[in-house]
């Protein structure tokens, strides 16, 4: 379960989101602080490291840049999250600290402990800031959902398998064999 870093006040913003202790890893979502404990599994590393290579291997000498967690997605004044992975084509929203403004792609891995979250709150955060694409990778089924904003609003996705390819909306014509994503072979890996 996510718990609330304090109870009071109700909401924070991304500056107090700053000024928390590095040592601890948050996410704010509408203002709200979901705590980002325990540690992934094994499991969940392999998928996000390996979607990871995968898409820096795909984007070398291109715009595009991935990014792997931690890193911060300032996505307003009380959101800030941190994907698993994402991918961002317009240079101008790097900064040394973080990502300014909606990833072209985001990539969420679901754990026990944050996959409501991450069908729910995160969905509907990545849809109305403008997430062009948003990858959910579930590691115990071995599936994965794909929503692409259509006129502001993601739908109700498209399912794929391991044995399918992932097409990379920011690339268009390009894309993920997920039987790689997955590491076919060892999906039992946990």
Not at 48 to 57: D, I, K, P, T, V
Not at 117 to 133: H, N
């Amino acid at each position: 379960m996510n718990s609330i870093l304090k109870p009071l006040p109700a909401r924070y913003t991304v500056a107090d989101y700053m000024d928390w202790p590095g040592e601890e890893r948050w996410e704010l979502i509408d203002g709200v602080a979901y705590d980002m404990s325990p540690a992934p599994t094994i499991k969940h590393q392999n998928i996000a490291g390996g979607l990871y290579a995968l898409l820096r291997e795909k984007l070398k000498g291109k715009t595009c840049q991935p990014f792997i967690a931690p890193v911060d997605v300032v996505l307003s004044a009380v959101d800030v999250v941190q994907p698993d992975v994402i991918v961002v084509c317009d240079p101008k929203k790097i900064t040394d600290r973080n990502i300014q403004g909606p990833p072209d792609w985001v990539a969420e891995v679901l754990s026990p402990g944050t996959a409501r979250k991450d069908l729910r709150e995160k969905k509907a955060l990545y849809e109305r800031s403008g997430v062009k694409e948003y990858v959910v990778f579930d590691p115990v089924q071995a599936w994965v959902q794909r929503f692409v904003l259509v006129d502001g609003v993601y739908g109700v996705g498209e399912i794929l398998d391991p044995s399918e390819d992932l097409p990379l909306g920011f690339m268009p014509g390009e894309v993920l064999a997920l039987g790689e994503v997955f590491g076919v072979g060892n999906l039992d890996t946990g």
